[in-house]
């Protein structure tokens, strides 16, 4: 790690995040981004100068080079719950806050930026629709109509928009095709559709593995129904604006996760050295040798995991990685092991045989019989 603000970063989450951690569990973690415990440590996010970090609003983003923006997205990650929250670089206002400060007219800058940059308003991104395949963006159907009085009417269902429920939001950021007659990559726009506005309807709440996330305003299904908005930027750039911020907004995404798998390994590691059973400490038994070994650093830093199609290498045991299962020692499978089985190529029971022409001198030598039920040739 290097430089003064990854010290500072480090040095915030150590007195003041990871402490408030079990805290905000106490709360029974459904609580709002409001609750006291979270307040309590954004403020001294403010007061240490590390509100906004990652947003090119912050003062200091400018000297920070990429090296070190993975070492601060690896320390947020570290803490899953509270490290954007405190920092205020939680998707999706992070993005939105991008898209105001680079596409934002001086009335849309003035309206919402300060607001949401301070945190005092949130917002919402909406672009996925749960109709059509949605990691291809030419496919999204939510039509924005451009009136003539300059605004953009919205019809169309929008999914996972997440913080949309949140008491505070006021903001949606809507994709919408508005230029159909344009190219693929020209015929999307961002609009900017007001929370409370009518034709504006929450239709459906989506869990994430049975957890709400209502402290951030949950993933709520939004159906607009000739919702009155305005466009964020200029009409038909939508999916070039949408890429601009997303890309490196993944890129932020993947390095948080290897902070998260540091931290899981950490205490895996500290719960081994301090748990005996049967006598024994937990780090020296075989099978938790063993899984340490396949979660090691390494495999960390380079993003893999079990089931990524790699060779399992001496060092990780060993994986099964078709069934997820470990065999201490290592090497390749033996016969009869799961893995094993499963690896062995598909072979049906009764294969059917070959279809093959008949011999044309076949027919002349004996009388044809009715073919067999299933259209057989023999
Ligand atoms: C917790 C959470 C929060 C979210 N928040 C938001 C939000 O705020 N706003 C928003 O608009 N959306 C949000 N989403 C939705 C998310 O962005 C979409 O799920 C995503 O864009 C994929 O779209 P899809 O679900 O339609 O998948 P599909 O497009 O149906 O894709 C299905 C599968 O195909 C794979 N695939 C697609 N293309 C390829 C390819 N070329 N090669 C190989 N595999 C491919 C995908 O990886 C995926 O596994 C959220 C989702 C989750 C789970």
Redesign the pocket.
Known sequence: MSGRLTADLAAFFAECVYPAEAEFAADGGTGSIASPVLTRVRDEARRRGLWNLFSSLHPARLAVGDPETADLAEIVGRSPVIGQVALHSL??DATVLELLAALGSAEQASAWLDALADGTISS???????G?????PR?LRTRGERAADGTVRVTGV???????DAANCEILVV?ALTEPDAGPAGRYSLVLVRRDSPGVAVANR?D?LGYS?AYRGG?PDIVFTDAPGELLGEAGGGLAAAQRVLGPARMLHSMRLVGTAERALELMTGRLRSREVRGRPLAGNDLWIDRVRRADRRRIDAGAGPGDGQPAGPRDGGIDRQGGGARPGGGDPRPGDAGARRRRPFRPRHPRRPLRPRPVAAHLRRPRRSAPAGGGTA
Request: charged share 15%; hydrophobic share 30%; with cysteine.
């Open positions: 998707n999706p919402a991104y909406c672009m996925t629709e749960p059509v395949a949605s990691s291809d496919s929008k999914s996972w928009c997440t913080g949309a994709l989506h994430v996330d993933h």
